[in-house]
């Protein structure tokens, strides 16, 4: 039953008059509705970590596709750049350790993604506010640069520290750039520090490797457990024992 329609109910049960008592019984009715309120557990609305998710800020890249000459529709980085791709640092030995991708194929959220191989492994990271002893899920849309299946399928690492990391992988054959066939992916971690450094990799030892795009990192959010709502019974009971207290309370005064 709707918390403000019992609360109506009550008050024309007491029929009383007066503006002493009118005022009286209101604001007993009110502190038995913020105790009711008190009771209830309102859940907490997730924040995203994770700047720049889909990559769809960063430095402009030339336009064009595999059928253009020269091919273009995408950026080769090297490691050690901050700044090409906002809130991201790619990392890796080869150059150029990652593609930052625009029109060379379609995303799978706006128009940029990456390519976590270069000419060789590479990677992108990020460092995110965590909290000791909390965990984290992590989402992400996971495809496969399709031009060369020498290395089939492609392997994405995902990592959070030494030892704490999950490999997926994607089966690129029959793909293409109208066609690249995103899954969506997930990965858990509990923090260890107030900062956590999320890694995306490419394991595999060839050019053309897993594709990357609309990463998100938040909270893990636990239900409230039945109980922390009370029954419509028991509100009930509150709002009532509320108006009985101010009943008496009148009583006496007259």
Do not use: C
């Not at 009110?30 to 008190?38: H, I, K, L, Y």
């Not at 990391?165 to 992916?185: C, I, L, P, R, T």
């Not at 938040?218 to 009930?236: Q, R, V």
């Amino acid at each position: 039953m709707n918390l403000l329609i019992m609360t109506q109910q009550l008050a024309k049960l007491t029929n009383l008059g007066g503006l002493a008592k009118h005022s009286l019984l209101k604001l007993s009715i009110a502190s038995s509705v913020f105790a009711v309120g008190a009771l209830i557990v309102t859940p907490v609305q997730a924040v995203e970590l994770i700047t720049n998710g889909s990559f769809e800020n960063g430095v402009p890249i030339p336009p064009g596709n595999l059928t253009t000459t020269p091919i273009g529709g995408f950026l080769s980085l090297s490691g050690g750049d901050t700044t090409s791709i906002t809130g991201w640092t790619v990392d890796g030995n080869s150059f150029p350790a990652v593609d930052y991708i625009s029109t060379l194929w379609d995303a799978a959220d706006g128009v940029r993604s990456i390519d976590l191989n270069g000419a060789g492994p590479g990677s992108i990271s990020q460092v995110i506010t965590t909290v000791i002893g909390e965990t984290y899920q992590v989402t992400f849309d996971l495809a496969g640069n399709y031009t060369d299946l020498s290395v089939n399928p492609k392997v994405l690492r995902v990592s959070t520290a030494p030892g704490t990391f999950a490999d997926f992988d994607f089966d690129a054959s029959g793909k293409s750039a109208n066609n690249m066939g995103w899954v969506q992916k997930s990965w858990s971690f509990v923090a260890t520090s107030t900062s956590t450094t999320i890694q995306f990799a490419g394991i595999n030892l060839t050019g053309a490797g897993p594709a990357l795009d609309n990463v998100s990192v938040m909270l893990s959010s636990t239900p409230p457990t039945p109980t922390s709502i009370p029954e419509p019974s028991s509100i009930l009971g509150l709002l009532s024992l509320g108006v009985l207290g101010i009943g008496s309370a009148l009583k006496r005064q007259s």
